[in-house]
């Protein structure tokens, strides 16, 4: 059974600093991996989606890049901002025909001003 | 972008009573949708697949006869919490795709949050 994990579950660093949040799952035979957003009370925002041929994908200044092998993704910001300050949410697609989705926990980034 | 509107965001009910929510896909047309549900500080997990003109399917756990699922077109999709309980207070979340399996991005509502009091 494919198991998603992030890791820190929480992490909090000043403005201007880069930071990199961890995601691994227990199963490499994923399709895709995408990134959320979600900030509190609202639902998700799609950030970055990774096929399982790729080995990165950019967005302004977020890169999220995918090992398959090992079973990792990390997603990088770069230059962070408060505004950036959210739970970030990874989530597998291991092929099952309708399509949903496996997700982490999330990692709630706070970004001080 | 497409865009995934779902309604209401915040729904406060009394115990035994019904509450339906909506998810509408506003730009595009989606042949399945998901519906989850998630707990403070856990992952969103799947309740059920709901598919366009067909029986949703229910995640191991769900009860099909209290969450009613409904997917009468391609742009809207419905759960309806009957008898809602105290226990069943939580963030309902609906997803879809613009295209079936899953090498699309999965778009998402803005959530309902329903507090049963």
């Known amino acids: 059974k494919q198991e998603v994990t992030q890791i820190p579950a929480a992490l909090s660093v000043p403005e201007g600093e880069n930071l990199v949040l961890n995601c691994s799952f227990t199963?490499?035979?994923?399709?895709?991996l995408q990134w959320f957003r979600q900030d509190p009370g609202k639902g998700l925002t799609s950030l970055l989606l990774?096929?399982?041929?790729?080995r990165e994908q950019t967005s302004g200044r977020l890169n999220a890049s995918l090992d398959k092998s090992s079973g990792r993704s990390t997603l990088y910001i770069a230059a962070s901002q408060p505004g950036d300050s959210a739970t970030y949410l990874c989530?597998?697609?291991?092929?099952?025909?309708?399509?949903?989705?496996?997700f982490g926990k999330g990692t709630k980034l706070s970004v001080k001003p | 972008g497409a865009v995934v509107s779902q309604h209401p965001s915040r729904v406060i009910c009394k115990s035994g009573t019904s509450v339906k929510i909506e998810c509408r896909s506003l730009?595009?047309?989606?042949?399945?949708m998901f519906w989850y549900r998630q707990f403070p500080k856990q992952s969103l997990m799947l309740m059920a697949t709901?598919?366009?003109?067909?029986?949703?399917?229910?995640e191991q756990g769900v009860e099909k006869d209290k969450f009613l699922i409904n997917h009468a077109s391609l742009t809207l999709s419905t759960l309806t919490v009957t008898s809602a309980h105290p226990e069943d207070s939580s963030f309902y979340i609906c997803?879809?795709?613009?295209?079936?399996?899953?090498?699309?991005?999965?778009?998402f509502g803005n959530g309902t949050r329903l507090t049963v009091t």
């Open positions: 997803s879809a795709r613009v295209d079936r399996g899953g090498n699309s991005p999965l778009h």
């Open positions: 199963d490499s035979a994923i399709y895709n």
């Open positions: 990774i096929q399982s041929s790729q």
């Open positions: 989530a597998v697609w291991d092929g099952g025909s309708q399509g949903n989705l496996i």
């Open positions: 730009d595009f047309q989606a042949t399945t």
């Open positions: 709901s598919n366009e003109g067909s029986k949703a399917t229910y």
